[in-house]
């Protein structure tokens, strides 16, 4: 049987020109599992102005929480690549009581917060699950004019103990890259991802380098959350770092080369451009 693939974390709405688009690692992630084979499954938390019936999302089974806001964001990106986002909504929290009891049972279960709305708790709510995390909600702040700022992770000591694998990427380590060494103490694995420039894994003293895809970039939005989900995936399934790490890249090279959630691939995509690699 595939996978039970959970994500935890809120489903998003991101400003496009004309209009909303599906956005949140909830989502990148789930679409990526779904494509790969697996069985995913999200819980989230929207508002109700949140297009529950987004035909992307067909084939994943999402247990919704109400919440008085969705979370939205206006990624922009300059000339160099580099994002400034703003935060127009935010979502309410999710704990452990949120999440269906027959899901704690899940393969590997991925929390992907936005905003810090992940209750740290949460991590000690599975028995046999991959656990796998994106810090990003939680060194993300914001000032008066919604202005997204990196902030130190205030939480790790309470989340990293009880995971097996974190990914981040250099962004998300702005506000305090020293942090790093402490991180790599606590968990397991930790993938540290440079965009177009490759990742380096560290796990009990070993460190491997990984190069990137090439990919013709044209909306990097998402793409460590696609990466995330397919390091997971492949990790479940061989224990292998560099199978993981290879696979990921690959992934993910896809997914940087159409708008918002558009050019996530499926598994034979990624197959084959593995066999030509």
Partial sequence: MSPLFLAIGHFCNDVAPDGYVLGGGAAYSTITARNLGCRACAVTAVGPDFDRQ???LAGIDVTYHDSLETTIFDNRYGLDGKRQQFILGVGGELGG????????SADIAYLC???????????????????????QGWMRGWDENRRVHPKRWHTAEAILPHAD????????????????????????????TKGRHGATLY???????????????????????????????KYHETHSPQAALNFAHCTASFAVEGHGTTAIPTLDQVNARLRKA
Avoid: C, M
């Avoid at 905003?115 to 599975?126: D, H, K, L, N, R």
């Avoid at 909306?219 to 390091?231: N, Q, R, S």
């Fill in 203 to 233: 796990e009990n003293g070993r460190v491997i380098e990984s190069a990137a895809y090439p990919a013709h970039e044209v909306d990097p939005t998402g793409a460590g959350d696609v990466f995330a989900a397919a390091f997971l995936i």
């Fill in 97 to 104: 009581h949120h999440i269906p009891p027959q899901w704690k």
């Fill in 165 to 192: 694998i974190l990914i981040l990427s250099e962004e998300d380590i702005a506000a305090s890259p020293e942090d790093l060494k402490q991180y790599i103490k606590w968990t397991r694995i930790v993938v540290l």
């Fill in 113 to 135: 917060p936005l905003t810090g709305e992940v209750e740290s708790p949460i991590t000690q709510s599975f028995g046999r699950a991959l656990i796998g995390v994106t810090p």
């Fill in 54 to 56: 987004q035909p992307i």
